[in-house]
């Protein structure tokens, strides 16, 4: 008798404990044991399943979501359009070469670099405010991936000490929806001179919040000494510029969740600037810039523990954070100026809650004790929900949507071009066909059978 192979299945029922009383069979398929019974599952008693298939209705929450007021349901509206089609223009802008002969066409792997703010003079002396050093900002795109980064130019600085690259790896693994994400460091003399060149995901369309806010010099105003003999005017009040406290809320969510995973991290923030935060789209925020304090003030005495002022810094990260709100709250960066705390926390008082009052003087009010960003959570309360509420209630109408589309129902759809001059009426089902089609023709063409 001839042993069976290692392809050819074997059958050696194996009778099961006597308390189940059934027989389970054994099977093997390639070196691969399998168990499984002949008999069939007894049936859920007092229930009955349909013999026929249907895709159940909408659910209601979601069948009876109220839309937002004036929301566009058939045409895109002009607002988003516009944004798409500026964040296009500025991911495919390119430079002509012979206008800026100082732009290089290539540094390391990166190309077609494109200045996204205006270049500093040759001769320029004025260091920015922020680093220390001449900055300048370009878009690029990787030669690895073909994609757009934006990169962050230090000039004339040369990394004595690699042990910063520390931070520079820890920085790389935060993954954050507030925080522009750091991916990689390098030092390139392509624009004649050594430079440091952080690489970042780029945003296209992005704008900072010094831009967005405070770029009004009539909201300084109030915060301006007036001449002898001039008595100061009213408070403005919301109607006369103050920005609705629920953006403000909104904000305050999103940086100090940003915060929270950075200190989580271990790392500190360092760049809570209005200068350094991007606003994309309405109310998004995202963190820019980090990392670049912990290379270019990195202090060569601490190269066993460069972790060693963190605590330090991440206190400092709560002030800034207080400072940036009491900003948003007077609409004006005068209202940060130690003369004036006074009076912005009056206009603070007047005009706002006092659960907004209560975190700002929290966050710049100097403790006896090491402060956590976890402390301000109980402080955001409710308003944390608000946001979240917002974003399951998107979640909900897409994973609708979806399950539509997988189920294949006979409902209708329209589809309309990009320049909408083209509508097509179709149902989900026509649409999970035609992905069908083509995810097999996609196979077929890579097996070689087209």
Request: proline share 7%; charged share 20%; net charge neutral.
């Amino acid at each position: 008798m001839v042993p069976p192979s290692a392809s050819t299945p074997a059958n050696n029922p194996v009778s099961q404990t006597p308390s189940s009383g059934q027989v389970i069979q054994k099977e093997t398929v390639g070196g691969t044991t399998y168990f499984y019974t002949d008999t069939t599952p007894a049936p859920l008693t007092g229930m009955v399943f349909p013999n026929y298939h249907i895709y159940p209705p909408t659910a209601p929450h979601v069948a009876y979501m109220q839309p937002k007021a004036n929301a566009p349901s058939f045409f895109m509206a002009d607002e988003l359009r516009q944004e798409l089609i500026n964040r296009h223009l500025i991911t495919m802008a390119q430079i002509d070469q012979a206008d800026m002969p100082a732009v290089p066409t290539e540094v390391d792997s990166y190309h077609s670099l494109f200045p996204l703010e205006p270049l500093p003079p040759p001769n320029r002396i004025q260091k920015s405010s922020n680093f220390g050093y001449i900055t300048s900002c370009y878009k690029a795109v990787n030669s690895k991936d073909d994609l757009p980064y934006c990169l962050r130019r230090i000039h004339g600085f040369r990394l004595v000490n690699t042990k910063c690259m520390v931070l520079v790896d820890m920085w790389k693994k935060i993954q954050h929806s507030n925080i522009v994400t750091l991916r990689e460091v390098f030092t390139t003399k392509a624009f004649a001179e050594p430079s440091l060149v952080f690489a970042y995901d780029f945003h296209a369309g992005g704008e900072t919040m010094m831009s967005r806010h405070f770029n009004d010099p009539n909201a300084d105003a109030y915060f301006t000494k007036r001449k002898w003999g001039q008595h100061d005017g009213p408070l403005p009040r919301q109607h006369a510029g103050l920005l609705p406290e629920s953006l403000i809320w909104a904000y305050i969510v999103q940086l100090s969740s940003a915060l929270r995973t950075i200190h989580t991290a271990g790392l500190a923030c360092r760049v809570m600037d209005p200068t350094k935060i991007l606003i994309t789209g309405k109310t998004r925020l995202r963190v820019n810039c980090v990392g670049v304090f912990d290379v270019l003030t990195f202090d060569n005495s601490q190269n066993n523990n460069p972790l060693a002022l963190m605590a330090q810094y991440q206190q400092a990260d709560l002030i800034s954070l207080g400072k940036v709100v009491l900003a948003l709250a007077c609409n004006s960066l005068a209202g940060i100026q130690r003369e004036n705390l006074q009076k912005a926390m009056e206009l603070v008082t007047i005009n706002y809650s006092s659960d907004l009052k209560n975190l700002i003087l929290y966050l710049l009010t100097d403790q006896n004790r090491m402060r956590s960003v976890n402390d301000i959570m109980p402080m955001i309360g409710a308003r944390f929900y608000t946001q979240l509420d917002a974003a399951q209630m998107r979640n909900d109408v897409i994973e609708e949507d979806l399950a539509k589309l997988d189920a294949g129902v006979p409902e209708k759809i329209s589809l309309i071009s990009r320049d909408e001059k083209s509508v097509l009426v179709v149902t989900y089902s026509d649409l999970k066909r035609c992905f069908e089609n083509t995810f097999q023709e996609l196979i077929a063409a890579a097996n070689g059978q087209l």
